[in-house]
């Protein structure tokens, strides 16, 4: 399965909000659908988990959405901290795939 | 509090071999699997390997299916990822990430390790 992240950058400013697309080449169980946020020199965090659940610790403005190959991380009110990249993330039985991932950057 | 920490990275010349370790604490090791997660320079992520918690069964990526092998060590609470015939395109900063069962999202990940291949 390959997902598809768009847009590859999104350049907004704090208080807005940032939609981020991942779509899938096939149809995916919303039960394996991550999310993650990465900012430079750091491992990966996770964000979200099962499509739409959020991780401990994880602030209310940030949302997952979708079901099936089309898959969504709102981020409302840009804190400047959520400037990153992100990157979704599906399990498919026996392997795992990462999308490209989208740069939210300040404009 | 869980806590993975890589080690073994390196120059290797292509061709070569090199042998990372991830030693894993806070958790009881052999119940969860475990993966290698890679990202080449100004790269996104990339998995590249798995084991289940009594290492029975391993997983692989196609770019390294045949040049590496996941291991581990459920005594030392240790992972292993064998890499052989290295090429450029390997070189990366590679990562121990457990992932959380049943959903098999990643919830913790160690620091990396950076594997660099060149002449």
């Known amino acids: 399965i390959v997902l598809t992240q768009s847009p590859g950058t999104l350049s907004l400013s704090p208080g807005e909000r940032a939609t981020l697309s991942c779509r899938a080449s096939?149809?995916?169980?919303?039960?394996?659908l991550a999310w993650y946020q990465q900012k430079p020199g750091q491992a990966p965090r996770l964000l979200i988990f099962?499509?739409?659940s959020r991780a401990t610790g994880i602030p209310d403005r940030f949302s997952g959405s979708g079901s099936g190959t089309d898959f969504t991380l709102t981020i409302n009110r840009l804190d400047p901290e959520d400037f990153a990249v992100y990157y979704c993330q599906q399990y498919g039985g026996t392997s795992w795939t990462f999308g490209h991932g989208t740069k939210v950057q300040i404009k | 509090e869980v806590h993975l920490l890589e080690s073994g990275g390196g120059l290797v010349q292509p061709g070569g071999s090199l042998r990372l370790s991830c030693a894993a604490s806070g958790f009881t090791f052999s119940t969860y699997a475990m993966t290698w997660v890679r990202q080449a320079p100004g790269k996104g992520l990339e998995w590249v390997s798995g084991?289940?918690?009594?290492?029975?069964?391993?997983f692989y990526a196609d770019p390294v299916r045949g040049r590496f092998t996941i291991s581990r060590d459920n005594s030392r609470n240790t992972l292993f990822l064998q890499m052989n015939s290295l090429r450029g395109e390997d070189t990366a900063l590679y990562y121990c990430?457990?992932?959380?069962?049943?959903?098999?999202?990643?919830?913790?990940w160690g620091q990396g390790t950076l594997v660099t291949v060149s002449s």
């Open positions: 990430a457990r992932p959380y069962q049943p959903l098999n999202y990643f919830d913790y």
């Open positions: 084991i289940s918690g009594a290492g029975g069964s391993t």
């Open positions: 096939q149809s995916v169980s919303s039960s394996f």
């Open positions: 099962a499509a739409s």
